[in-house]
Every structure is written in C-alpha cells, then in structure tokens.
C-alpha cells in the first residue's frame, strides 16, 4: 500500500523537478539544449526513441515520458532522492531521535485532546473530541503487484523474526516480526494474527525471543539489521508480558549503564538496529543484545 502510494505522489513531482534540473543548466550542451527545446515543445529529441503504447507503466525504471530527455541513472538517482526526502531519511540521519520525540510529543497532545474532550462531554453532556464511532483495521493487505516478472503475483511485506513458543507443543502460538510493520502473534498456527506492537516508537523489528523462563514473556529488538535500501533502524528493545493472553507493551529499553565509558550517552540502542537476544536460561534479568550499526535507509 505505501509503496503504491509513494509512486502514485512521486511520479509527478519528480517529472517537475527534472524539468526544473534541466532549465535550470547554466550552459547546456548542444544536446542537452535540445532535448530542453524538445521537453518545453512536447517534442522528443530526435534521438529518442518513441515511448510506444506497450510500455509498462508499472516498471520501476524511467517513465515513457522522460525516456529520452535523462539518463536512466540520473533519473533513479534523483527519483532516490525524492523518496528520501519524503522519508525523512536525511531528518533522521542528523537526529535519530526526531521519530522518537514527534511520536512522544504527539501522544502527549492526544492526551490533552482526550482530557479536553471528557469535560467537554462531562460539562455539555455530547461526545468529546476523538470520540465517536471506532475504525475497524482492514489491513495489513497483501500488495497486489508487489512482484511484476515474471508474472504479477501479490505479495506481503518482509518476515524479518520468528519465534515459536516451546511450550506450545502443536506449535500454534507463534510470534512474527516485520520490516516496518510491528510484530504479530498468532494462537492457531498462522490463520490469524494478532498485532502486538501498533503503539510502538518503532516497527522495525529485527530479533525476538522468547523468555525461557516464562513463555508468556517475550522481548523484542527493534530495527531491521538487514542493510537493505529501505531497512530501517529502532530505538531499542521491548518487553510484552502476558504475550499469549492480554499483552502488555513496556519500552523501549535504550538507556545506558552507569558505567558506560562513553561520556555523555544516555541512549545506546536508537539509531541501530537489534539482530539477536539471548537470555540467560538460570536468570531472564541477564540478557545481551547484538546490534547492527546504521541510520536509515543504506547509510
């Protein structure tokens, strides 16, 4: 869905910008005077080839419209850059913590809205602010041209964990991890899932465990340790008690150690991205985490 989303916003916006690139050459060789001459006319350059009716106007490559008038790389790399933008990616990578505050900041305001909106009901006798029917979730859905060659198939998003309870000998009670979408759980073998994570300051998840002490508790490690282009890092780990019957969510966990020798670091875990948990089997409050490094995105 965001995917569709992204391309159907950036398509545009992109198309303007190049034009933009384009006119806004200082000195522009002979041949890229003409294909501006030809993109101001409506005109392809003359070595253009025709964008032709059979074009897929679902490739991932440069659009029919600008075939022609930019290389290929150029566009990809400015198309890259766009969707950066829209990500934050450049935000995040001089302040890893600016998700992490803006969610806080705006829990904190719909706090207020709900404690305004109770006396308003309470003095008025109606339905305060952000009260009202509630929304019923329909997703996630399955994108449905998520994979185009060689035939176009739906397709989910990435499983980047798996944990199965031990103690569930029919292997019904399973935990499962996203790239970006929270973790899930399911009581009856996979056929429905249940989302455990929506609250979180991250839903990129990277490692789960299962307490082997207490099967009811089981910890998470936020951020996707993959390295992939659109891979994202966490802020630490979290904790879910009563995992199997009505889960709490505590965290994230991220604080540093009173003896940590790095002067001034007080969060150890935002900006990276947890891969592995191991607990300890004699005592769950000793536990070691393994982090990849990295911001967002490929750097």
């Keep these: 869905m965001l995917h569709r989303y992204w391309a159907s916003i950036t398509t545009p916006l992109l198309l303007i910008s190049l034009a933009a690139l ?12 003409s294909a501006i001459s030809g993109a101001v006319s409506g005109a392809p350059p003359a070595s253009a080839t025709p964008a032709t009716v059979d074009d897929d106007e679902d490739s991932p490559d ?37 998700r992490s505050q803006a969610i806080r900041k705006m829990e904190g305001q719909e706090q207020s809205l709900r404690r305004f909106g109770a006396l308003s009901s309470a003095a008025a006798g109606q339905v305060g602010l952000l009260g009202g029917p509630a929304w019923t979730p329909l997703g996630p859905d399955p994108i449905p041209n998520g994979q ?10 990435r499983v980047t ?9 029919s292997g019904d009670t399973v935990y499962v ?17 249940t989302p455990l994570m929506d609250t979180a300051q991250s839903l990129a998840i990277g490692a789960i ?68 948990i191991v607990v300890n089997p004699s005592d769950d409050n000793k536990i070691l985490l393994s982090p990849a ?3 967002s995105d490929a750097s």
């Design 62 to 98: 440069i659009p029919p419209i600008a075939r022609g008038r930019i290389s290929e790389g150029e566009y990809l790399r400015l198309r890259d850059q766009h969707i950066g933008m829209l990500r934050g990616v450049n935000d995040l990578s001089r302040n890893p913590h600016a």
């Design 209 to 276: 465990t299962i307490d082997p002490l207490d099967h009811t508790k089981v910890f998470v490690g936020t951020g996707e340790g993959n390295f992939s282009g659109d891979s994202f890092f966490g802020v630490g780990l979290y904790i879910i008690t009563n995992a199997n019957t009505t889960p709490s969510l505590t965290g994230p966990f991220n604080a540093a150690s009173a003896s940590n020798p790095d002067a001034g670091v007080t969060d150890v875990f935002t900006g990276r991205s947890i891969v592995r």
């Design 293 to 295: 490094s990295g911001i």
């Design 161 to 169: 964990a798996i944990a199965i309870d031990p103690t569930d000998f």
């Design 177 to 193: 991890g996203t790239a970006q979408g929270g973790l899930y759980r399911s009581l009856d073998g996979g056929s429905t899932w």
């Design 22 to 33: 384009c006119l806004g050459q200082a000195v522009p060789s002979r041949s890229s005077s």
């Design 148 to 157: 185009t060659s060689p035939s176009e198939i739906p397709v989910s998003g």
